[in-house]
């Protein structure tokens, strides 16, 4: 993974993160108006309407904040959270920048999702050294207690294992992906960490998070069924899983099977899971190059999978992987980069912070999803 791009400085006091959400030009009809944000029209549905956030999008564009909040009710950290964010040497820790975003999450009211604790990315060379020479089950316990315990109480979520099981890649028999850690600690290690976690903070909703299940195509019906399958069997022998976070990376040259879709969350609610969409986004690569065209089929697309989605009442939550085009992590790379070079339009408000067409696509999917508790 690239380099995250860490801040150093002195944490900012509770007063300068207010000027920061308070110091931006509202920019966009709706926060003009008064009109109500995504925040709203979410919660008068009993769902919640949030949005990655990362501490240097709100460096670089101050007014980001001000939106933010208007359209948001949670956050989750881009890569704060991260152990190459948090740990890159080990025992050399950054918080700095996590409590960041903790802190104006907290002023703000949001929700607070923190992303992610195992994954087969982001990970320091020490950690891989450490786990090639047997020491990863203390790592992984040391590193679990000591993000979910500095959290405890604070972050309502926490996405414990993220992209663990894909069908084309190399995997044990029981369908997990050969990560470092399954390589390592052997198919238990996923049980392992939801129970770390759990004893960290026996409040916080513990997910699974993945991404390319929506999708009507055998990598997608292979990964629902492998998930289920996986599921089921750690929700029986008592695995502390709570959630299943739906990333949501929307390819419009794939095939969406609704029925296939609600099939699968309507199993997974069965289960007892919380659902969540984590990291809504469109991947226009192969979207016509026309902007305008470009926006509205990747609202159109937003709009049926949402309405698809939100038909399952134990979705809660739609998170998008950022708000505006201007940070949107598909121009960085390039599984996900525009052949022509044109900038990539993935998210609800563009470039300038102008809602897109797919600002309205996922108002109008919020707006009439079924009412929740
Ligand atoms: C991405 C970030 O947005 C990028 O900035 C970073 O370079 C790589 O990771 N699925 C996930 C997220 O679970 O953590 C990824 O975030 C996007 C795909």
Redesign the pocket.
């Known amino acids: 993974?690239?380099n995250?791009g860490m801040m150093t400085g002195r944490p900012l006091s509770r007063r300068a993160v207010l000027a920061a959400a308070g110091g931006g030009l509202l920019a966009g009809g709706a926060r003009e108006t008064g009109a109500p944000g995504l925040r709203d029209i979410a919660a008068a549905r009993g769902l919640v309407f949030g949005s990655?956030l990362r501490r240097e999008v709100l460096q670089q564009a101050p007014e980001m904040a001000a939106l933010f909040v208007h359209d948001c009710g949670a956050m989750v950290p881009?890569?704060e959270a991260?152990w190459d964010y948090v740990e890159p040497k080990q025992g050399e820790f950054h918080f700095t920048d996590l409590d960041f975003l903790v802190n104006f999450a907290e002023l703000h009211h949001l929700q607070i999702r923190l992303?992610?604790l195992l994954?087969s990315?982001?990970l320091p060379d020490w950690v891989k050294q450490a786990l090639e020479a047997g020491q990863g089950a203390p790592i992984l316990a040391r590193h679990i207690a000591k993000l979910v315990g500095r959290y405890r109480g604070r972050a309502q979520c926490w996405d414990v294992a993220?992209?663990i099981a894909d069908p084309r890649w190399h995997g044990g028999p029981e369908g997990l992906t050969m990560t470092p850690w399954r390589r390592a600690l052997g198919p238990g290690y996923v049980a392992e960490a939801f129970h770390l976690a759990h004893d960290a903070d026996p409040d916080a909703i513990l997910f699974i998070?993945d991404?390319d299940l929506e999708h009507d195509t055998a990598t997608g019906a292979a990964k629902r069924a492998t998930y289920l399958r996986l599921v089921t069997a750690w929700k029986r022998q008592g695995v502390p899983i709570n959630g299943f976070g739906l990333?949501g990376?929307l390819k419009p040259e794939l095939p969406f099977n609704p029925p296939a879709w609600r099939a699968f969350l309507r199993e997974l609610a069965a289960l007892g899971l919380e659902l969540h969409v984590t990291?809504l986004d469109v991947v226009d690569r192969h979207l016509p190059a026309d902007p305008a065209l470009r926006d509205r089929l990747a609202a159109e697309l937003v709009r049926q999978f949402l309405d698809v989605t939100l038909d399952e009442k134990a979705v809660s939550m739609v998170m998008c992987?950022g708000l505006s085009d201007r940070f949107s992590?598909h121009d960085?790379?390039p599984d996900f980069r525009r052949a022509d070079g044109r900038p990539a339009r993935p998210l609800p408000y563009d470039a300038s912070f102008h809602p897109k067409p797919m600002y309205q696509a996922v108002a109008a999917a919020l707006a009439a999803a079924p009412v929740r508790n």
């Open positions: 993974m690239s995250p990655e881009g890569h991260k992303h992610t994954w990315e982001a993220n992209e998070n991404d990333q990376h990291e992987w992590w960085e790379d």
